[in-house]
């Protein structure tokens, strides 16, 4: 349980961490290498070390370590053995689908628990399938697994990614080490997925984009091995970093490791809501407290537009601007559920549909006890916390720890009246 106390004036500077988003395929992609890499830049959260688990019991090493500048992890695979799975590791995570390519290149069979899904919706396994199907693997289904086997098509395909992300990261480690083109069209191209690429091209893999959302990929034999990658930065949790820092700050925050190229549209939405920006150098950011907020409008949508997962936290700044303010969440159908728990909290809030809100500022927030939708709304509700009059309980704290490094630690290093009880 987390006790948040009012009132905030935040201060100093944050850093980024690595994103949960990019790490987790590139360690699934690691195992193709059969060798020895580096990954620098790899945030230590629930989902990393559930991964670690789960590929621990097939033989895979791995170990945290640093050198003169950088600390990395290092991932060996060259023991990497088949062994049936740990079901009930896997079933928490929904990023174990991506087991199913180097498992399936190495030892042309896998047994696989469903997946645990989020809350929003069930993100849809068949999207994977039906692709492997494509370059015949032959699947079975029960009520609690998934069985593959075989090996890869022998030709030139062409496939059709539906611009989701895991899929699109999917398809690209199913088919690097297969000697063949492969076309993939409408790809998703959001930052973590092109980490995942050049990922892969550092190791050899022959990878082109174009800019109609396709990549093709020409593939090669063997897979380079035993060389270091960064990964990225969190652009996600950059956004949080820079809403708490125009609703919280005593004047100013500083924010390192940004990704500020990622945060076009994002920071524009920020300026239309008179939020102050100041660029200080490569990918640091000062951004200052509003405390007068326009009204504004966002509708999600898939990358470089305004993301979903920052819908949620970007409300809360909506309660605190003038007049009307208007979401449009095109992408996941119980996204805006959480608004209920910030109406709790006084936000004035009417639903138009269930993809559309109104939001009627400015509110004063109030305290009281609330739970979580998901693990971005989580996010958002320590931000309206943070804002809120009196003392906050919270509850559900493991949410946090599975996507972001250290967030409570960070916030009381910026001055945030926020313990652990």
């Known amino acids: ?9 935040l201060k100093w500077e944050v850093v980024i961490s690595g994103s949960k988003n990019a790490i987790l395929p590139v360690l699934w992609a690691s195992l193709l290498l059969k060798w020895k890499v580096k990954l620098r830049q790899v945030p230590k959260i629930w989902d990393i070390f559930t991964f670690l688990g789960i590929i621990e019991k097939v033989w895979v090493k791995y170990k945290f370590s640093k ?70 693997y032959k699947i079975k289904q029960s009520k609690q697994k998934i069985s593959l086997r075989w090996k890869t098509s022998s030709w030139d395909i062409v496939l059709d990614a539906c611009f989701w992300v895991t899929p ?93 190229n990622d945060l076009y ?36 949508n898939i990358f470089p537009w305004f993301p979903t997962d920052l819908q949620s936290p970007f409300a809360v700044l909506m309660t605190q601007a003038k007049w009307i303010n208007k979401i449009h969440e095109v992408l996941f159908e119980s996204r805006l559920n959480f608004l209920v728990e910030l109406e709790k909290m006084w936000a004035n809030i009417a639903i138009q549909n269930p993809h559309e809100w109104l939001i009627f500022g400015k509110s004063l927030l109030r305290w009281t006890d609330v739970t979580s939708w998901d693990l971005r709304a989580w996010a958002a509700m320590i931000v309206a916390w943070l804002i809120a009059s009196g003392v906050t309980t919270v509850t559900n704290v493991e949410y946090i720890y599975r996507w972001y490094e250290n967030f409570v630690e960070k916030l009381k290093n910026l001055g945030a009246n926020i313990e652990k009880v």
Request: aromatic share 16%.
């Open 168 to 260: 699109t990261e999917n398809l690209l480690i199913a088919n690097v080490l297969r000697e063949w083109i492969t076309t993939i069209k409408c790809c998703a191209i959001e930052p973590h997925v092109i980490n995942l690429i050049d990922f892969l091209r550092k190791a050899w893999a022959i990878i082109k984009i174009k800019y109609n959302h396709t990549i093709i990929i020409q593939g090669v034999k063997k897979l380079k091995n035993d060389f270091d990658f960064k990964i990225i930065s969190d652009y996600i949790e950059s956004w949080t970093y820079m809403i708490i820092a125009a609703l919280c700050s005593k004047e100013y925050l500083t924010i390192k490791n940004a990704r500020i």
């Open 1 to 9: 349980m987390l006790k948040i106390t009012w009132k905030q004036d």
């Open 265 to 300: 549209v994002f920071i524009q939405k920020m300026k239309e809501a008179w939020v102050k920006f100041r660029h200080i150098w490569n990918d640091t950011m000062r951004v200052y407290r509003a405390d007068k907020l326009e009204n504004i409008s966002i509708q999600t």
């Open 67 to 136: 050198d003169n500048k950088w600390e990395y992890l290092e991932i060996d695979s060259s023991d990497l053995k088949y062994k049936k799975l740990d079901f009930e590791e896997i079933e928490k995570i929904r990023w174990s689908v991506l087991l199913l390519s180097p498992f399936l290149y190495f030892f042309w069979k896998i047994d696989i628990p469903f997946p645990w899904w989020c809350l929003l919706w069930k993100r849809p396994i068949e999207a994977h399938i039906n692709w492997l199907k494509s370059i015949w």
